[in-house]
T-cell receptor, first 110, second 112 residues
Framework: GQQVMQIPQYQHVQEGEDFTTYCNSS?????IQWYKQRPGGHPVFLIQLVKSGEVKKQKRLTFQFGEAKKNSSLHITATQTTDVGTYFCGSGAGSYQLTFGKGTKLSVIP | NAGVTQTPKFQVLKTGQSMTLQCAQD?????MYWYRQDPGMGLRLIYY???????DKGEVPNGYNVSRLNKREFSLRLESAAPSQTSVYFC???????????FGPGTRLTVT
């Protein structure tokens, strides 16, 4: 797998504010996958990015893969209480060993 | 279509006891994985099976063994449980490597 660092570890936002989590690596990543884990739940796949500079959107969520394929971000516009959870990025070297970041735990204050 | 199922949901063991965590998927996926999740540590891969009949070590394999019983089932065995193995264990599957992974509901294991 490939090492990824995820920041911040925690983020508290007021409902309606935006939220961004970042995934960084010192080496070029083959791909990035993003997962969401609700409190007490299991990780659920959100999206995969493969191409340099790729941007994908899912409603209020925007995912980006850096031009150098060394970083990625997940941005949520106008957070809602349903966005609460931990967001993980994961990357693999085209292999089976997906290495996950430690996650960003998002709290939304209503 | 149940996806990925895991049993048991909760388990308490005493140090030195053994147990097997069961995992099954009904999505006809080729690859299966076992992770452990500890507070602040994210998800760490214990073992994986790229396809039926093969298994390989992940990042933290010590103290664990696995069996890919058939295409559907992938079990994780703790031969002699230790308190350091207290964790939440997730099984996952994917069509093959590089594809999105589908996770089971997890097993919360406490070793006293």
């Amino acid at each position: 797998g490939q090492q990824v660092m995820q920041i911040p570890q925690y983020q508290h936002v007021q409902e309606g504010e935006d939220f961004t989590t970042y995934c960084n690596s010192s080496t070029t990543l083959s791909n990035i996958q993003w997962y969401k884990q609700r409190p007490g739940g299991h990780p659920v796949f959100l999206i995969q990015l493969v191409k340099s500079g790729e941007v994908k959107k899912q409603k209020r969520l925007t995912f980006q893969f850096g031009e150098a394929k060394k970083n990625s971000s997940l941005h949520i516009t106008a957070t809602q209480t349903t966005d609460v959870g931990t967001y993980f990025c994961g990357s693999g070297a085209g292999s089976y060993q997906l290495t996950f970041g430690k996650g960003t735990k998002l709290s939304v204050i209503p | 279509n149940a996806g990925v199922t895991q049993t048991p949901k909760f388990q308490v063991l005493k140090t030195g006891q053994s147990m097997t965590l069961q995992c099954a998927q009904d999505m006809n996926h080729n690859s299966m994985y076992w992770y452990r999740q500890d507070p602040g540590m994210g998800l760490r891969l214990i073992y994986y099976s790229a396809s039926e009949g093969t298994t390989d070590k992940g990042e933290v394999p010590n103290g664990y063994n696995v069996s890919r019983l058939n295409k559907r089932e992938f079990s994780l065995r703790l031969e002699s449980a230790a308190p350091s193995q207290t964790s939440v264990y997730f099984c996952a599957s994917s069509y093959r490597g590089f594809y999105e992974q589908y996770f089971g509901p997890g097993t919360r294991l406490t070793v006293t």
